[in-house]
């Protein structure tokens, strides 16, 4: 089996834990729109949305329709056309409602008092109300202590965990329209856990409800989904597709195109195949390469920053990371390494540059969140100041008793990305005096295949494991939302997600107050005290987000405008042309 490349972006930890992340939007987003088919309006004129026509879209093999146990990514997406939650996510990462008409955070984040909307009604014609997030709250909770669905709702793609519905105590129903949810403590990720899908109580529940009904809510197979979204269910055939129509009832009125098509195919290869074969209207990029559409008559190209984000990760076990010291090494290391150069050159300019694992366009980044410029003369003036000099003249420092300084880089090199931007890291370092030693294989096979990918990533993750090694280059798939305990505090050295073994007092109570803070103000001063903490003691180098893009047809018009949290966002926004809705569908 030949490589797929999206596969080979290993990425080392999937971070689920959340924290609350509402309040103001960041003024300088990051990433944006590649259109190469600007549209022009002879007339000058805007042109009118119309009703009608068929979208169709990819999905890689799927296993169920059931949006609580499904971890499927392209149906993560595909399920938030026909579910909603309570709220959503924004461009920005802050809360929007959705469901949840209004809220207010009481008792010092202890309760969430929610009003709801009054004008939703479910795909089946029933009226939605309290009962039924009542009902999905606890079929959830059930779930989370049920080791038969316990992994399966801690998806890739969510924003929540089982751990994070534990806080939840109770979910008082006031009226119909107006709930508490009460949590065990003061919980900032509280808003952010109830972005999750709110699924019909009366479909479930024959009678009493029990845990019968919550296994109901929890079937794999023969699951019929019924949502309160701007598309219905209509119709699935196994392996084949599943189809949605636009729902007429929809609260926030019709959606503008009629018919949306899921074309399930093996994987995201094919998906990209068959948009090119016009089989599909749209896809998402695979790899970095989307260049080669740029003159392409037929695409529309929308980049976007992913959570895919790069990271050089420092061993603090070894001493020489670990005092005043190795804080000055860590900071020359940071001012040594072209970024910029890394992206251009590996990325072909598709990812962003970042001193903080904190998404871009976060409202939580602060407006001096980028202080490490690719600066040779700095880096080589800390490293003088720290006691590192290059006194044999070899073009390499050394330690007050003559010892060389040598760092191996530590990285996954079946993954071609990777290896480029070790390779390039190496060289940066030797730059500015470091004598900086391969610790991977740079001379891979040719046709590798997943499996032997798969091996050496084994053999990688276990090598930081036990803490063989100096600097370690990696990824991470961040959760849209944001909380960093599992990288910097200590108690998580145990679990081995702080897998470089840092620990400092005050980190951790600047993430416990994060954690902890009970209204907006709250949490984003605690953020930027957290923020000039990590740019302080840069105990990871950032590199980089990913950006990825979504490649469509020119021919869907609208305010298209893919997020990292929801490839649809603002789908009902979207339309075909009359002259361009007769489509060849079987």
């Known amino acids: 089996m030949k490589l797929k490349f999206r596969r080979i972006i290993a990425v080392f930890l999937l971070v689920v834990l959340t924290i609350l992340s509402v309040g103001c939007k960041n003024k300088n987003e990051v990433g944006g729109t590649i259109d190469n088919n600007k549209e022009k309006i002879e007339s000058g004129e805007e042109e009118k949305p119309e009703y009608g026509g068929t979208l169709r879209v990819p999905l890689t093999t799927v296993e169920t329709l ?56 479910w795909h089946d014609g029933e009226k939605f109300t309290a009962k039924d997030v009542k009902f999905t709250i606890d079929t959830l909770k059930y779930a989370g202590n049920d080791n038969i669905y316990k992994n399966s709702i801690l998806s890739n793609f969510k924003s929540y965990t089982s751990s994070d519905l534990r806080h939840i105590m109770d979910v008082k129903i006031i009226d119909d329209y107006n709930i508490e949810i009460v949590f065990d403590r003061a919980f900032s990720n509280g808003l952010e856990i109830l972005t999750f899908p709110i699924i019909p109580r009366h479909i479930f529940v024959k009678g009493r409800e029990n845990s019968s009904s919550y296994k109901a809510a929890l079937a794999e197979d023969n699951y019929t989904p019924i949502g309160t979204g701007p598309y219905k269910f209509s119709k699935y055939e196994k392996i084949k597709s599943i189809n949605l129509e636009a729902n007429t009832n929809w609260w926030q009125g019709k959606p503008y195109i009629s018919t949306i098509i899921g074309e399930i195919m093996k994987d995201e290869d094919l998906a990209m195949t068959s948009f090119e074969a016009n089989q599909v209207d749209l896809t998402t990029s695979v790899g970095v390469d989307w260049e080669k559409y740029f003159q392409s008559k037929r695409v529309k190209i929308i980049e976007y920053v992913s959570q895919n984000y790069e990271l050089l990760g420092f061993n603090f076990s070894r ?108 060289e940066n370092l030797k730059a500015i005096g470091i004598n900086a030693t391969k610790d991977y294989e740079d001379n891979v096979p040719n046709n590798i295949t997943d499996e032997e990918v798969e091996e050496q990533w084994q053999k990688y993750t276990q090598k930081i494991k036990k803490g063989d090694f100096d600097i370690a280059l990696m990824g991470w798939q961040l959760s849209d939302v944001c909380d960093l305990s599992f990288a910097f505090h200590s108690s998580q050295i145990y679990y081995g997600t702080n897998f470089i073994r840092y620990s400092d007092e005050e980190m951790d109570q600047l993430l416990f107050d994060a954690f902890s803070a009970t209204n907006r103000e709250e949490k984003k001063k605690a953020y930027g005290k957290l923020e000039d903490k990590i740019l302080e003691d840069l105990p990871y180098v950032s590199l980089f987000f990913r950006n990825e893009a979504l490649l469509i047809d020119k021919n869907i018009k609208g305010n298209i405008n893919p997020q990292s949290n929801n490839l649809y966002y603002n789908i009902e926004k979207w339309y075909i042309p009359k002259e361009f809705q007769e489509k060849n569908v079987d």
């Open 66 to 121: 059931n949006p609580l146990i499904s971890e499927n990514i392209s149906y993560y997406n595909f399920s938030k056309l026909i579910f909603e939650g309570l709220f959503k996510l924004d461009k920005n990462l802050n809360i929007e409602n959705q469901l949840a008409q209004n809220c207010e955070i009481k008792e010092d984040g202890k309760v969430i008092g929610i009003k709801l909307r009054e004008n939703v009604v």
């Open 319 to 426: 001493k020489i990371f670990a005092d005043e010291k190795g804080k000055e090494l860590r900071k020359a290391i940071a001012y040594g390494i072209d970024r910029q150069s890394i992206i251009q050159k590996v990325y072909m300019g598709h990812a962003t540059q970042v001193d903080l694992p904190i998404y871009p366009n976060s409202w939580l980044i602060s407006d001096n969140s980028n202080i490490y410029g690719f600066n040779i003369d700095k880096a080589k003036e800390i490293l003088s100041s720290a006691g590192y000099k290059d006194e044999n003249g070899d073009g390499f420092v050394e330690d007050e008793n003559g010892k060389t300084l040598t760092l191996k880089v530590t990285t996954n090199s079946y993954n071609p990305l990777r290896l480029k931007t070790a390779d390039l890291i190496v």
